[in-house]
């Protein structure tokens, strides 16, 4: 009788492992939001690891989970009020891994007013790497943003881990990064 209740739990144990991670539903970090270029929901997930991190206890990840093309991608995106860093130079720094990434993986960050400023990454890619890379992006907020958007993007296949970010303000003897869709800029500028 042990023996039959023993090989049940076990079986029982089995089934649950195996259809709980089929038909997991995306662990998102709290404040957090997923998006699906392509719409398909459910071609991308987004979970919490607790073996591949660079500080304890965890780290974040986006994975696509059925084949996708190279045009596919998903992001997890955070939005927050401009308030403190109106008029500031900031700072937004991630560590990125990946792992099997069919194109790329990036950050972004923005600053929305009536014309988007945003800043791109794409000095940053991340592809295959087993090591984190630590990326950056420098911008300054202008005193009429409403608010601040950021995240990470994983394009095409494969999966792309994220760990230790923060948003800093930074003085002005720091360098912005590469920015487009300036408010300001009404002609090219800095041209060789």
Not at 4 to 11: A, G, M, N, P
Not at 15 to 40: C, H, R, T
Not at 129 to 137: D, G, L, M, T
Request: neutral net charge; glycine residues 8%.
């Amino acid at each position: 009788m042990r023996k039959s209740v023993f090989i049940f739990l076990i079986l029982a144990f089995g089934i649950v492992m195996l259809y709980g991670s089929v038909f997991a539903k995306d662990i998102m970090p709290e404040g957090w939001s997923k998006w699906v270029q392509d719409g398909n929901d459910s071609a991308y997930e987004i979970g919490v690891d607790t073996k591949i991190f660079r500080s304890e206890p965890k780290s974040y990840y986006i994975k696509s989970v059925t084949p996708v093309s190279i045009e596919s991608s998903a992001q997890v995106v955070q939005a927050i009020q401009s308030d403190d860093y109106r008029g500031k130079r900031i700072r937004l720094s991630v560590f990125l891994r990946g792992e099997n990434i069919k194109d790329r993986g990036w950050i972004y960050l923005q600053a929305s007013t009536s014309k988007p400023i945003r800043g791109g990454a794409d000095h940053c890619l991340v592809g295959d790497s087993p090591n984190w890379i630590n990326c950056k992006i420098v911008m300054d907020v202008p005193q009429n943003s409403k608010n601040i958007s950021y995240g990470i993007n994983l394009k095409g296949g494969g999966q792309i881990w994220f760990d230790d970010l923060s948003i800093d303000v930074v003085g002005k003897d720091v360098p912005e990064t590469w920015l487009y869709l300036r408010e300001e800029a009404t002609k090219p500028s800095n041209l060789p």
